[in-house]
């Protein structure tokens, strides 16, 4: 009995693992499965075999023309302010951190528990005086914030450096005094010993910030909206997912045209994802721990 | 030297902080005020009205059903979400053969934005499952989850569990591999069998993963608003205190619609400052109930 | 040290281009801004603004915003961006009270006299009718006279009432799967059907066009109970014979389909669904029947613009702006852009041009015939019809109350309405 059920447990938690993730796939399937048909077979049948794979790129390419979404603006603006928005976090994240670690002083526990603190704070507070704000600091100062590379960089940097300060936080204080006081002596400025020094051993808890960021940043809806405003205009600054919900959020429901923009928006968060695997999955784990 | 280092904490300390006081600190504390007033958007001319807009609010049944509503949905999704990630990192920590393409499969829905995967789950709710149900004969099946007052939470929740359990999983995957294998192996000899290793060592050596997982969720499930408007937008319809409402607006969603749809910004503004005030509390409050349960341990 | 991904050579390439970003800012639109909210018409609306640019060299942006956002909303945030277009659209009365410092007059346009739907305060136009729109009881001619039921005869509720009973008796002989395709589903945000155009039959059916006693009295917190029991019953009787997949939990595009495949007779939507059913291949014959939900006869159907675009007063191109919408309204290929370009039914006299959809056409033929009732449904406060009477429709829909809890929730819900 005991040695049956040995050799047959195994075999049950294959089956399951297989069900398991047969249903965590599902949904990806419908999707490509309907992007590949017209809206009239969808509402009929959404489970259908499609008539012709070919729709699928007939599909791709009204979206790609579709004028409402401006495909490829809409992602290059999207890759811009995510590539961007992370550099900012990253460097200006880790540079807060080290010196927060490396001075124990009050003002060092203050900033610190502030930035902690703020992981409270719900986006909707801040969402609408925001705007107001930016519109303040444009009237003052004569810099121009909203509508703009510059406010929606900056603003990513102010909503992801206190978790980002937090996580390199924790990494830092692992991180030996000893190596740094080497380089000191050897003649290194502090900044150069940062940059030279701490900066390339932090690489693995980069990775993880990078991705906590990365997806939270090229995913992200609410922000976006406030700040660059969601109309369709040529030539704004516009994200993909303020392309696809204008799109999708009409009163016409086209199914094969939203699920097509769906797929193209997921699409390349995924292939990236096929790509950096092993990278993601380990900063994802590492950056939790700590 | 010592100046040279202070100038060089200020100039390190600069962008973040400086970024962080323009975007959250101060927006915070004008959001604040201006909950306190008559702002709408347009019209400079903004006055004071003291505590108004929260008298007002504590009187609309609306508000008091989302808050109920978004606690609800908080409880079943943090047990849910948490039950399932658990039970995914055991799989994918077993001998099973391809975990690590399990693993890193459970994962992928996480990647994709709140917004996009509301349209495909409502399209499975309203289309692909109906229709299934039609062609398979099953009743149960015909009627969509997210159509149905009663149902319509634990719809959120399975969408918020099939996004978010990948990620949960990650965390107790660590947790779980940061366990001396001698230390099963031992137990294994002794003639424990696997619940009760489960439950007597591997969940207590785990309880700061737990601790990561709860809070990371319980916030999460509070502040639910992607899927929420994209999935079911609010509805469907039930009757509250002798009124009509929307059964899933949640509280980001309501305070979004009270600002934009119903053009109350201040009184949305107002709601959002309780919001905060709530998620707070219910953060000290994880926090200091997980604190005790490490140190019992 | 040195080695890895983050060399410092790579993070300075990284910081120059960041700064090459930072530095140039989006240029701003030249020219002058039209916001609109109508997606349906956005690639009409751009090429014509193309067209005019190349014919007057002035640069004519349009800035078009999803149904999916709130279009008050934005334009706050644009006013707050210091972004406000030249030209935007207020949908009714609480538009016009919210924007009123922004709104330019527009009385001395040459198109204002050629117009009977111009947005009017206190005797001055400032809004321009961007179309007129149209909405009743759609029917299938096809299916009715197969049935054997003349169209011309459902002008009372008693007649509607028993065409819906016989149809729904022939519903295996005619194909079809309901009588009636309507949707009234909070998640799929059809209450703009429901809690705003059914409910403006209410408003304003059976009363001259431009009567505003019964919305009046509704702004004030009251519902005439006799007219609303009618009204009442006449609401579920459609939803009684609605498609009940549709009706719970049916977007636009499923109420379309189940109308537009010939699997209902009736369909509660306007002659905006043209273009929706010319995409599925309609070939039957379609007409406009009313929503007649008390005894006496009516033909009248409900027409009105939908929305107004008005000139930012205080804007740097108000005159450019101007001569955009009089262009529009005047000229030939403005005529053009409404009707062939947009498919829509034009609010102006001089326009030539006959819409080609059969709703559309059918709109046309009741304002050309004076058989029309007004929209009133407007002057609702903000959210209102959609949020707050929305529900209210759903719930009746979906058996949660019967005829005296909707009224009852309805009259709670009337009364405590908020001022604008």
């Known amino acids: 009995m005991q040695r049956s059920w040995h050799r047959v447990r195994p075999a049950l938690m294959e089956a399951l693992a297989i069900l398991i993730f047969a249903l965590f796939m599902v949904p990806f399937f419908l999707v490509v499965l309907n992007a590949a048909k017209v809206s009239v077979d969808i509402i009929d049948n959404p489970v259908s075999w499609p008539k012709a794979w070919g729709q699928l790129f007939t599909n791709i390419g009204l979206i790609l023309q579709n004028s409402n979404i401006n495909y490829w603006p809409s992602f290059f603006s999207s890759a811009i302010i995510t590539v961007c928005s992370l550099a900012v976090i990253v460097v200006f994240s880790a540079m807060a951190a080290w010196v927060l670690v490396r001075n124990r002083a009050w003002w060092s526990n203050v900033i610190f528990m502030m930035f902690v603190a703020a992981m409270v704070i719900p986006f909707q507070v801040v969402m609408f005086p925001l705007v107001t704000w930016f519109r303040q600091i444009e009237v003052v100062t004569g810099i121009r914030l909203l509508r703009q590379y510059l406010g929606m960089i900056f603003a990513y940097l102010g909503f992801g450096s206190s978790m980002s300060v937090f996580i390199f936080h924790g990494f830092i204080k692992g991180v030996p005094l000893e190596l740094e006081e080497a380089s000191t002596i050897d003649g290194c400025s502090r900044p150069a010993t940062f940059f030279r020094i701490v900066f390339p051993i932090l690489q693995p808890v980069i990775v993880t910030v990078l991705i906590l960021n990365g997806i939270w940043v090229w995913n992200d809806y609410l922000l976006p909206l406030m700040i660059l405003g969601s109309g369709n205009m040529a030539g704004a600054v516009r994200t993909l997912p303020l392309a696809v919900q204008s799109f999708v959020g009409s009163y016409v429901k086209q199914w094969d045209l939203i699920l097509t923009a769906t797929l193209m928006a997921m699409l390349p968060i995924i292939v990236l994802y096929l790509f950096a695997q092993k990278y993601i999955i380990k900063g994802m784990v590492e950056g939790s721990i700590k | ?297 | 040290m040195m080695k890895g991904v983050f060399s410092l050579r790579k993070l300075f390439c990284i910081l120059l281009a960041l700064a090459l970003v930072l530095t140039s800012t989006a240029a701003l639109a030249e020219g002058i801004v039209l916001s609109s909210n109508k997606v349906e018409i956005d690639g009409a609306l751009k090429e014509y603004a193309t067209a005019y640019e190349a014919q007057t060299g002035k640069k004519v942006t349009i800035d078009t915003v999803g149904g999916g956002a709130d279009y008050g909303g934005t334009l706050k945030a644009a006013l707050q961006s210091g972004a406000m277009p030249d030209i935007f659209v207020i949908e009714g009365p609480s538009g016009y009270e919210l924007w009123k410092d922004y709104i330019t007059d527009l009385s001395d346009q040459p198109w204002a006299s050629d117009t009977d739907v111009a947005y009017q305060v206190d005797g001055k136009v400032v809004g321009f009718p961007v179309a007129i729109e149209g909405y009743g009881l759609a029917y299938n001619a096809d299916l009715l006279a197969k049935a054997g039921i003349d169209p011309a005869s459902l002008t009372n509720i008693n007649a509607i009432k028993d065409a819906f009973a016989k149809l729904d008796s022939q519903k295996a002989e005619l194909g079809i799967d309901a009588v009636v395709s309507l949707a009234a589903s909070v998640t799929n945000g059809m209450t703009w059907v429901t809690g705003l155009h059914n409910f403006n039959v209410y408003l304003t059916g059976y009363l001259p066009y431009g009567d505003t006693s019964v919305i009046d009295q509704v702004l004030a917190g009251q519902l005439d109970a006799a007219r609303f029991q009618a009204y009442a019953e006449y609401v579920k009787l459609l939803f009684d014979y609605s498609d009940q997949a549709v009706l719970l939990t049916g977007n636009y595009d499923s109420q379309v389909h189940a109308f537009a495949t010939g699997k209902t007779v009736f369909f509660h939507q306007g002659n905006w669904t043209d273009p929706n059913l010319a995409a599925e291949n309609v070939s039957f014959n379609i007409g406009y029947a009313p929503h007649a939900f008390l005894p006496e006869d009516t033909q009248s159907i409900f027409v009105s613009p939908p929305s107004w675009y008005v000139v930012n007063s205080q804007g740097a191109n108000i005159d450019e702006a101007k001569a955009f919408l009089t262009a529009m309204a005047t000229t030939e290929e403005g005529h053009k852009y409404i009707v062939e370009g947009a498919g829509m039914v034009p609010a102006f006299k001089a326009v030539k041009q006959q819409p080609t959809g059969p709703l559309s056409k059918a709109v046309m033929e009741h304002a050309a015939s004076g058989d029309i009732y007004s929209w009133q449904q407007y002057k609702l406060p903000d959210g209102f019809g959609m949020n707050t009477l929305g529900p209210i429709y759903e719930l009746l829909a979906n058996g949660t109350v019967d005829i005296a809890g909707f009224t009852a929730l309805f009259t709670d819900a009337i009364a405590t309405i908020p001022t604008l």
């Open chain 2, 1 to 297: 030297m010592r100046t040279k280092n202070r100038w060089v904490n200020v100039l390190f300390l600069f962008p973040a902080v400086f970024a962080f006081l323009m975007v959250i600190v101060v927006p915070f504390f004008v959001g604040i005020y201006l909950s306190m007033t008559n702002w709408d958007g347009v019209n400079p001319n903004v006055i004071f009205t003291g505590l108004q807009n929260y008298t007002t609010i504590f009187q609309a049944p609306e508000f008091l059903y989302s808050f109920l509503a978004t606690t609800a949905f908080t409880a079943i999704n943090v047990a849910l979400v948490n039950a399932v990630a658990f039970g995914l990192a055991l799989l994918v920590t077993s001998r099973v053969r391809g975990r690590n393409v399990y693993r890193a499969a459970f994962f992928v829905p996480n990647l994709i934005g709140g917004i996009v995967l509301g349209y495909i789950w409502q399209f499975i709710f309203n289309n692909v499952l109906p229709a299934m149900g039609r062609s398979l004969g099953l009743g149960f099946l015909q009627t969509s989850l997210i159509a149905k007052a009663n149902l319509v939470v634990l719809g959120i929740s399975l969408v918020n569990t099939w996004q978010y359990a990948g990620y949960i999983m990650m965390i107790y995957v660590a947790g779980i591999q940061a366990i001396p294998a001698s230390l099963m192996e031992a137990a294994e000899t002794d003639g424990a069998n696997y619940p009760t290793r489960l439950v007597r060592i591997l969940m207590p050596m785990m309880a700061s993963a737990f601790t990561i997982c709860l809070f990371l969720t319980l916030v999460n499930s509070f502040k639910q608003f992607d899927v929420n408007v994209s999935l079911t937008n609010g509805g469907p319809a039930t009757i509250f205190m002798m009124k009509a409402i929307n059964s899933s607006e949640f509280l980001a969603l309501n305070i979004y619609n009270t600002a934009f749809a119903r053009s109350k910004l201040a009184q949305g503004q107002a709601k959002a400052v309780l919001f905060f005030v709530v998620l707070v509390v219910v953060s000290l409050i994880q926090v200091w109930v997980n604190k005790r349960k490490e140190v019992e341990m």
